[in-house]
């Protein structure tokens, strides 16, 4: 039943006294230290992996965010919990073999996280994390000479990553990787730079290009049909195309690459897919997550037998500004 008195008041005047009665909504979220980009460390069974977590504000009080494990893409987190100092949140499964969810907590002082991953089999992984650094460039790039990493010729540039045998072999020009094996990393580290490659898969082949070790650029023999970021010239799990561009299995494409800070511009066979976006933070293969630093080009070759040839790289001059 309406008070009497609400009818002898003008509308505005009862809205106010309506609005006056209610209590207030207090985005108690709203500056929590949480919120923005970690990269993490992870002390893994039989080695460290580096992994990475966003937190941003959904609505007025609601944290959500995306996760990295030290494989796959990053996943959704539907919401992050946070408690004078701790965090909290789980996700569902992506690759892993076991149905639980994966749990992670962790205790932020300062810009320092530390916690503990429970994986979905049990296992449990200590963590470290520091806030990602924005990687932001106030002037634009000085670029220098040319650095040709493959020229036909021989494999001095390149190196083996650890983790299975290398099937890399320089083949009538090309550098090869014929079949599953080691990833193949540069010897000379980059920062922002220019790359221009070119490439052959076969059918169903998947291969992808690391920038500084730790943002992948997918390669491979890609459906038709919606662009995808897990498809050819997309940012693994972050950025996707803009368009199909690919010419398909067995036939030779190229990839120029531009990247400058976060910022990256991947052209396709002469097409822009992807135009000065923003890469959020590692992908799933990187080899560390310490983003602020220089990182080598490393070639995917885990994965099925790839060619690639015309490897040229043009770093900026001196230190990012």
Not at 275 to 285: E, N
Request: net charge neutral; charged share 15%.
């Amino acid at each position: 039943m309406t008070c009497s008195w609400m009818h002898r008041l003008p509308i505005v005047l009862v809205t106010a006294a309506v609005s006056a009665m209610m209590p207030m909504a207090v985005p108690a979220q709203a500056g929590a230290p949480i919120i923005g980009r970690w990269d993490l460390t992870v002390q893994g069974t039989n080695r460290a992996y580096p992994s990475w977590v966003e937190v941003y504000l959904s609505g007025h009080r609601t944290l959500v965010g995306r996760f990295l494990a030290g494989f796959g893409s990053a996943r959704p987190i539907s919401k992050v919990t946070y408690d004078n100092g701790t965090v909290h949140f789980s996700l569902p499964p992506q690759w892993e073999a076991e149905p639980n969810d994966v749990q992670v907590t962790a205790t932020l002082a300062g810009d320092r996280l530390t916690g503990t991953i429970v994986q979905p089999n049990g296992e449990k992984h200590r963590f470290t994390g520091v806030r990602a650094p924005t990687l932001r460039r106030t002037a634009e790039p000085v670029w220098g000479k040319e650095v040709v990493l493959f020229g036909g010729t021989d494999m001095n540039a390149w190196e083996p990553l650890p983790g299975g045998e290398s099937q890399w072999k320089v083949i009538g020009g090309l550098l090869t990787n014929t079949r599953s094996g080691a990833n193949l990393a540069t010897k000379q580290k980059f920062t922002d730079f220019t790359l221009h490659l070119e490439f052959r898969v076969p059918k169903g082949g998947n291969s992808g290009i690391y920038l500084r070790g730790r943002h992948e650029v997918q390669v491979e023999d890609s459906p038709l049909g919606e662009p995808s970021s897990t498809h050819l010239g997309g940012v693994y799990g972050f950025l996707a195309p803009n368009e199909q561009a690919h010419k398909g299995a067995g036939v030779w494409q190229t990839f120029d690459i531009t990247l400058v800070g976060r910022r990256v511009t991947v052209v396709l066979n002469g097409k822009t897919i992807i135009a000065d976006q923003t890469i959020p933070g590692i992908t799933g293969g990187a080899l560390d997550s310490n983003e602020g630093e220089p990182g080598p080009l490393y070639l995917q070759g885990d994965h099925t037998a790839v060619e690639y040839r015309n490897i040229r790289i043009t770093p900026v001059v001196g230190s990012p500004k």
